[in-house]
């Protein structure tokens, strides 16, 4: 591969069209290791009951892919991700991380989100909203084929899934797509015909909320699935063969191993070019490297400090796209008021150093905690994770979910580097010998998301923090996340947001994910902000907002990072980009990837 002096040299790759929208979005609107199993090349495409619902028992340590390990059926790529989760394809069953991954190979999103931010054509063919805001019509594509031969997609399987999306109650929005999808007094939902669904939302809803959850990637994503399958097999049972409309077609998968894909032959929008794909669990780099080395491995998910190791492969090539991701910092615990039950918090705890026990924001309790929080935040070199951990490829972040909208930022939410400020920080709110914090990384296949929360660990002991690190997998994080639960901070990675309000929604009690802070300020003030549908007093409700939580420490951003794939020499990489922009973390649309 042709080295350059100048790393950024990746970014050859990227058509100048492209280059030139992304600049665009600046003024738009430890888990234990497995070993790698061999892939299956049995004519009966079936998963068994032993293949999918029962757990594989698996050695102490990952082995690096080895040709006994990969019998290669011609026509094979193969993906080395770190975490995909238990396959569950079923919209009443999915949740993070599995999600992203599903939704990018098995299932299709209603729309894609474009460089720009702006919402394109997917399985909804053309839509249309109201003057008011109130009346969506939806219109779907002709001719689209679920898998497994359960027949065309109609408006009822689509009304269906979102409607197990919402009851499934797993989904980052599962709430707010009750919402959308006839869940105020005043709405309804009406099938007009089998491929038009008008949807009466009863208030004004601002249209990168709803499509936010109907794109086709990312961990807030989602698809379609067959009504008729899941009612013939049931939800259980569909779930782990689901009819979904996307180019692969869910073969075989086992826990915390291996998913194995199949091409699905005319498919409406784009056959792949090759006859499977597998993605492979492998959660340590050493492993997916020294796989990617012996070209067990086409691409991976990659870390960037690997990149000198990946340009040294021969034939090997590198993709590069800027805004891949945002990294940010959540502190858990803030449970301020009332549930969306109207009870009290169970785990709310006001000795946790970053809590107050008054949620009054001019007591002198709030004061101290918010101390607490900016000191934490001033402990930390962002600058230093992005060069060292990013290879330069990110810049940092001053306010999570705030990525590709920096012309609206304001200029003022900044953390520069001063730990001397942040031990007499901490010193003043009555901590001068520290505390003690757990942190956990949300493990999602974002690059460098354990290294760097590894990084923020350390600089917090630099200033008295007793840090307790905790690497487990997101599949068993995320429902203490959900319930509350959770006490201590997350480093957390997500991609692309339509408006910053649409994470901020985290914020709400009524949200089924949490970001651990509620507070009825910012109910109220989200809640405003979400449903404005005047573009330029939702900007301003937008900066509103984020200006209260940073002024309140209540959530830190920590950097944006560009997406690197690693490309193995029996991949092309012409004509090979992003399907969807609201999901470039890890390599995805691998229908258009042709063999080399």
């Known amino acids: 591969m042709p080295k350059s002096g100048n790393r950024k040299a ?54 690096a892919p080895t040709d006994a390990m990969m019998s290669e059926p011609a026509g094979t790529i193969h993906m080395g991700q770190k975490e995909t989760g238990i396959f569950e394809g079923h919209p009443g069953l999915s949740s993070s991380p599995r999600i992203q991954f599903t939704s990018s190979s098995v299932g299709e999103g209603l729309i894609t989100t474009a460089p720009d931010f702006s919402a394109s054509p997917m399985l909804a063919e053309s ?85 936010e959850f109907m794109r086709n990637g990312g961990g807030s994503s989602s698809w379609v699935v067959s009504k008729a399958q ?33 091409a699905v032959e005319d498919h409406w929008r784009q056959s792949p070019y090759f006859d499977e794909l597998v993605y492979w669990t492998i959660p340590e780099e050493s492993a997916r490297v020294a796989g990617f080395q012996t070209g067990q491995l086409d691409s991976f998910d990659m870390a960037f400090d690997s990149l000198p190791t990946v340009e040294d492969v021969e034939g090997a090539q590198v993709l590069g796209f800027p805004n891949a991701g945002q990294a940010g910092l959540n502190l858990y615990g803030q449970l301020y008021g009332v549930d969306k039950d109207g009870n009290e918090y169970e785990f709310y705890n006001p000795d946790l150093a970053w809590v107050s026990s008054n949620l009054d924001t001019e007591s002198e309790e709030w004061a101290n905690a918010v101390k607490v929080k900016k000191a934490m935040n001033l402990a930390i070199d962002r600058q230093t994770i992005v060069d060292e951990l990013l290879s330069g490829f990110g810049a940092p972040l001053g306010v999570r979910d705030w990525m590709g909208h920096s012309a609206r930022a304001n200029p003022e939410w900044v953390y520069d580097y001063d730990p001397d400020q942040a031990r007499q920080l901490l010193a003043e709110a009555g901590y001068p010998d520290g505390f003690t914090i757990t942190l956990t990384p949300s493990i999602r296949g974002a690059v460098a998301e354990v290294e760097a929360c590894e990084a923020v660990a350390q600089y917090w002991e630099e200033i008295g923090i007793d840090v307790k690190f905790q690497n487990i997998p997101y599949a068993t994080l995320r429902p203490e996340l959900i319930t509350r639960k959770y006490q201590g901070a997350t480093c957390h990675t997500v991609g692309v947001r339509l408006s910053p309000i649409v994470g901020a929604s985290n914020y709400q009690t009524k949200s089924t994910f949490s970001y651990g802070t509620h507070h009825p300020w910012l109910d109220e003030n989200v809640g405003d902000a979400a449903t404005e549908v005047d573009p330029e007093k939702a900007w301003e409700k937008n900066v509103k907002v984020y200006d209260w939580i940073f002024d309140n420490a209540m959530a830190s951003a920590l950097y944006t990072h560009d997406s690197v794939w690693p490309v193995g020499k029996r991949l092309s990489i012409e004509g090979w980009e992003p399907t969807d922009w609201s999901e470039i973390r890890t390599p995805v649309a691998f229908e258009y990837v042709k063999p080399q």
């Open 230 to 262: 899941s009612e013939e097999l049931g939800i259980e049972v569909a779930s782990k063969d689901i009819a979904g409309t996307g180019p692969w077609q869910i073969e075989e998968h086992s826990s915390g191993e291996f998913w194995r894909m199949s």
């Open 127 to 211: 839509w249309s909203v109201s003057d008011d805001f109130l009346v969506w019509t939806w219109k779907f594509q002709d001719g689209v084929q679920f898998h497994k031969g359960y027949g065309e997609m109609t408006a009822e399987d689509v009304l269906y899934s979102y409607e197990q999306w919402h009851a499934g109650a797993k989904h980052a929005r599962s709430g707010i797509i009750g919402d959308y999808f006839g869940g105020h007094p005043d709405g309804s939902v009406e099938i007009i015909d089998d491929l038009t669904m008008s949807v009466n939302t009863g208030v004004p809803w601002v249209p990168a909320q709803v499509f």
């Open 10 to 63: 990746i970014f050859r790759f990227l058509p100048q069209a492209l280059v030139l929208m992304v600049a665009a979005l600046i003024v738009a609107c430890g888990s234990s290791a497995t070993a790698t199993p061999v892939a299956s090349t049995s004519p009966d495409p079936t998963p068994t009951a032993d293949s999918t619902d029962s757990p594989t028992a698996m050695p102490e340590a990952t082995e």
